[in-house]
């Protein structure tokens, strides 16, 4: 599906219809009632995880329930096809990854416009992507994971938490930089794909730290690398894939907020101060670092570019694979 690259700030226009005085008193109140966090994708996840944290410091700060709203189904359409048709009022935000900007090279149809029915808050957090594989198997670095897969092409299999995710575009990264041959298998959740991994069913996987760092502390699985430029606080102890002699490979899972298009902008500017503000204080980029997020922060115009930079970037690497959302 294609979509006008247009940039989706369009941050003044749901406020037109209130004059300014109304407007400032109006984000002075805030909320008056309980405000829905939509995230797209099922309980346990890192969306999930993610949004949960904030959901809870949200509502410590105004004083008013902000409750995580689980819509999955349909690789996260379905809830941000919800966000999109909500109402610009501020009573509900979305949490989303990359799939915003990935699915719609990756269907055929998705039920919104990441550039028409979206204003961003903040670029949040990133998490890097981890290669991390089954103690069985020989190897304790990418390049004796690279070699064994050229040993015995068509032998072995990576898991993902789902067709089309960050980890199973990074995954394909990492086959068509290399020439591997290796199968992938999607799996519903980053938990399905970590556990089938430790169970030996597919014995390489490509997710985001927080389902991993706690079976690599436990000895259940081993992680290779990170791909992205910097190692991973939650993993400081592995290598990023450039370090291991694959710059090419790069690949963050990032989680933004955001809010539908034409809420007004004085929320959008509160939303962002506050946001911006909790994931500054140390308890909470302590909690983040334990769990593989790194904190950004960004304004709405930076967090827009990242959209538009990462649906160029993944858009070539389902073209060049032939993914297609089953």
């Excluded at 509900?92 to 900007?101: F, L, N």
Aim: hydrophobic letters at 40%; charged letters at 20%.
């Amino acid at each position: 599906m294609k979509f006008q690259r247009r940039q989706f700030l369009h941050l003044a226009v749901g406020a037109a219809a209130l004059p300014a005085v109304s407007r400032v008193a109006w984000a002075q109140t805030y909320p008056a009632r309980p405000v829905r966090v939509i995230v797209p994708y099922a309980p346990g996840g890192p969306t999930d995880v993610f949004g949960r944290l904030i959901a809870q410091r949200l509502s410590e700060h105004f004083g008013k329930q902000f409750y995580v709203d689980n819509i999955g189904g349909g690789g996260g359409n379905i809830g941000m096809g919800q966000g999109a048709r909500a109402a610009p009022d501020g009573y509900t935000i979305i949490i989303v990854s990359p799939t915003i900007v990935i699915n719609p090279s990756l269907y055929d149809k998705v039920p919104f416009d990441p550039y028409k029915d979206f204003d961003p808050v903040t670029l949040a957090v990133t998490s890097p992507d981890v290669l991390s594989v089954n103690p069985s198997l020989p190897v304790k670095t990418a390049n004796e994971l690279v070699a064994l897969i050229k040993a015995g092409p068509g032998k072995y299999s990576f898991a993902s938490p789902g067709t089309g995710t960050p980890g199973h575009l990074v995954g394909e990264q990492f086959r068509q930089s290399l020439g591997l041959d290796i199968v992938h298998v999607p799996y519903n959740s980053a938990g399905l794909a970590i556990g089938a991994t430790i169970a030996g069913h597919t014995p390489i996987a490509f997710t985001t730290p927080p389902p991993v760092v706690p079976q690599v502390k436990d000895g259940k699985l081993r992680a290779l690398a990170v791909a992205s430029k910097s190692r991973s606080p939650a993993l400081p102890d592995v290598p990023t894939m450039t370090e291991a002699g694959y710059p090419d490979i790069e690949g963050e899972a990032w989680f933004a907020v955001i809010v539908p298009a034409r809420t007004p902008k004085e929320l959008v500017t509160l939303l962002h101060r506050e946001i911006v503000r909790i994931l500054a204080l140390p308890d909470m980029k302590e909690r983040l670092a334990a769990l593989g997020f790194e904190p950004v922060g960004s304004t709405p115009e930076e967090c827009a570019a990242q959209f538009r930079t990462e649906l160029a970037k993944w858009s070539k690497v389902i073209r060049a694979a032939g993914i297609k959302a089953m």
